[in-house]
């Protein structure tokens, strides 16, 4: 497990690091398999452009009991912490020194799941969101853009065992999406660490 500094991503506005092998392969592989196959996937249905659809990928959300997040329309209850999941839980926070109380799992299957642009920016966030990215599996491309500009700013390699930490002003700020491709045939799993508060923070 890396300890080290991570990289600092410069932009405007936004405070991003990367580590990008923070998980050694061998641990990630186990990370990768257990959890696959361990967590109980849904796929959600959403409205979007007034037609209901699948959202393009696999999810599965776990937290503390008070940890419900409302995102895309839809309340997520937590499930509860698995040992596995308590236990990178407990190595994030020794890394950042910040308590997190929820995580968002996301499995892309292959290049055509994807997640659109947005910014994670709900109210049960707080002020100024903390966002930490797990990335197991396939590579895939991180894209960054100004909130209200279509051009891409910047883009990261999100690669096996990587860690990616958004906080303070990014969410305000930036958007950011994992675009389809056809270059990617294998799954990835994205683990979302944030910390949730109980009431809205002003």
């Not at 599965?60 to 308590?86: F, M, Q």
């Not at 396939?138 to 209200?148: H, I, Q, V, Y």
């Amino acid at each position: 497990m890396r300890s080290l500094d991570g990289l600092a991503i410069t932009l405007p506005q936004a405070d991003l690091t990367y580590w990008p092998q923070w998980a050694d392969a061998a641990l990630a592989d186990c990370w990768l398999s257990a959890l696959t196959t361990e967590t109980p996937w849904t796929q959600p249905r959403i409205r979007l452009y007034g037609r209901q659809c699948a959202v393009p990928r696999l999810v599965a959300w776990y937290g503390d009991p008070e940890a419900r997040y409302r995102y895309s329309g839809l309340v997520h209850e937590p499930l509860p912490w698995t040992p596995l999941l308590g236990e990178i839980r407990e190595r994030v926070q020794a890394q950042l020194g910040e308590r997190l109380n929820g995580v968002l799992l996301n499995l892309y299957r292959d290049g055509q799941d994807a997640m659109g642009w947005h910014s994670d920016d709900e109210p049960e966030l707080g002020h100024d969101p903390l966002v930490v990215s797990l990335n197991l599996g396939a590579t895939r491309r991180f894209d960054l853009r100004r909130k209200g500009n279509s051009r891409i700013e910047h883009s990261l390699d999100l690669d096996h065992g990587s860690l990616l930490v958004m906080r303070g002003p990014t969410q305000h700020y930036w958007q950011h999406q994992i675009a389809r491709t056809r270059k990617v045939t294998e799954p990835r799993l994205n683990l979302t660490f944030r910390q949730l508060f109980r009431e809205p923070v002003l």
